[in-house]
T-cell receptor, first 111, second 110 residues
Framework: QKEVEQNSGPLSVPEGAIASLNCTYS??????FFWYRQYSGKSPELIMS????GDKEDGRFTAQLNKASQYVSLLIRDSQPSDSATYLC???????????FGAGTRLFVKA | NAGVTQTPKFQVLKTGQSMTLQCAQD?????MYWYRQDPGMGLRLIYY???????DKGEVPNGYNVSRLNKREFSLRLESAAPSQTSVYFC?????????FGQGTRLTVV
């Protein structure tokens, strides 16, 4: 079992809708959780980080963490075509030094 | 401020050849990482270095070696390249929170 699991998609949503991306992880010792966005042919860039249970909002993005269920999600409100990318969930283990990524979910936002 | 710099950006190797991918960061980060990215596989951790002088295996270390030369530099070596090592390689460095990535090296082994 891979340590970080994501639905590979593609996930297609209309412009203006809410996109919901999900991630599960296997190591209960995981301490930090991240969502990265990667455009085709580019490097990943951080969108959100979350460290404690609950919701964290930043503009149109909301990260949700449930450590009991080992579940992390990312909501994108008012989705725009520019949000079309691959979204990578990442988890830090071993005191935060070892960062493992999921396979990513491809998101398409249709204009 | 360059961030994380990887060289080279593109490389074609013949099976059995060796090469070293270079990575340098100027953000004074303690931790550095090497990942490979294949279609549909996301980023897979090859090796990481939590601090200068330490290195640890990640998810897919076979066929690779690393050297943390100093706090700034972390190199990845392929001793005998194989077609299965054709991939895009990313170096990253991390401070207290997020990881910052280099631009990637597209490696093809023929």
């Amino acid at each position: 079992q891979k340590e970080v699991e994501q639905n590979s998609g593609p996930l297609s949503v209309p412009e203006g809708a809410i996109a919901s991306l999900n991630c599960t992880y296997s190591d209960r010792g995981s301490q930090s959780f991240f969502w990265y966005r990667q455009y085709s042919g580019k490097s990943p860039e951080l969108i959100m980080s979350i460290y404690s249970n609950g919701d964290k909002e930043d503009g149109r993005f909301t990260a949700q963490l449930n450590k009991a269920s080992q579940y992390v999600s990312l909501l994108i409100r008012d989705s725009q075509p520019s949000d079309s990318a691959t979204y990578l969930c990442a988890v830090s283990l071993d005191g935060g030094f070892k960062t493992i990524f999921g396979a990513g979910t491809r998101l398409f936002v249709k204009a | 401020n360059a961030g994380v710099t990887q060289t080279p950006k593109f490389q074609v190797l013949k099976t059995g050849q060796s090469m070293t991918l270079q990575c340098a960061q100027d953000m004074n980060h303690n931790s550095m990482y090497w990942y490979r990215q294949d279609p549909g596989m996301g980023l897979r951790l090859i090796y990481y270095s939590a601090s200068e002088g330490t290195t640890d295996k990640g998810e897919v270390p076979n066929g690779y070696n690393v050297s943390r030369l100093n706090k700034r530099e972390f190199s990845l070596r392929l001793e005998s390249a194989a077609p299965s090592q054709t991939s895009v390689y990313f170096c990253a460095s991390k401070g207290s929170t997020e990881a910052f990535f280099g631009q990637g090296t597209r490696l093809t082994v023929v």
